[in-house]
């Protein structure tokens, strides 16, 4: 994902306008993680794991650099890792985006109207595969298209989770109601669906003038 948002950055005039790209190297690598810190970077985009997101913010922390805003993509947190990221980001902006596909917005979007209108009559389940490589399961997509029909109705969601082949990810609503069916499908064909998605709610997360007081941004906050 890395390298796909450092080819678009390289290739689009229209992020090149708002973005330059000043660090990008390897988290492991205790002189890269100084340089980051030194880089007087404003906004990072992270698409690494758990331990990735902790092992950068907890650099900064303990740097004299200030915390910059931070999209972060990664999935799987444990509650403690949650709560620990959250607390980091106390007076800095942050956005917890699980997917940067500006259709699975939409398709959130959609989702709240179909369970705010139809009654308990109609049960909804979530069926989600991905690569053979991908570890959280289900899916922060999953996890968070079943937040978005639970938090506007009394639905519960069935949840199944697929890992194999090299897909980049696919989820599927289906909703089954009395003689009829309602499906919504959104399958994503290439990364760089994701890099530039993150580039525009990037775009939106650097133009905010202070930090929510509510706590964490998402999707529905930057799109």
Not at 16 to 39: A, I, P
Not at 65 to 83: H, I
Not at 189 to 195: C, I, M, P, S
Request: glycine share 6%.
């Amino acid at each position: 994902m890395g390298k796909s948002v450092q080819e678009i950055l390289s290739q689009d005039s229209e992020f090149k306008k708002t973005f330059q790209l000043v660090w990008c190297g390897s988290l492991r690598s205790k002189n890269e993680l100084k340089k980051l810190t030194l880089s007087e970077v404003e906004i990072v985009i992270d698409f690494s794991k758990p331990k990735g997101t902790l092992t950068w913010t907890r650099a900064f922390k303990n740097s004299s650099s200030p915390l910059p805003r931070a999209l972060v993509c990664t999935t799987g947190f444990s509650p403690s890792e949650s709560k620990e990221l959250v607390k980091t980001f106390s007076k800095t902006p942050l956005a917890l985006v699980p997917n940067t596909s500006l259709g699975i917005a939409s398709t959130s979007r959609a989702l709240q109207v179909l369970a705010q209108s139809l009654d308990s009559n109609y049960k909804f389940s979530i069926f989600e595969s991905h690569h053979i490589h991908k570890v959280d399961a289900p899916s922060g997509t999953a996890l968070h298209l079943k937040k978005c029909i639970e938090d506007v109705s009394m639905h519960k969601v069935e949840m199944h989770s697929t890992r194999g082949g090299s897909d980049p990810g696919t989820h599927r609503v289906l909703i089954l109601g009395p003689h009829e069916k309602i499906e919504l499908i959104h399958r994503a064909e290439a990364r760089k669906l994701f890099a530039r998605g993150a580039l525009v709610l990037a775009q939106k997360l650097s133009s905010l003038i202070a930090k929510p007081s509510k706590g964490p941004l998402n999707m529905k906050d930057l799109f």
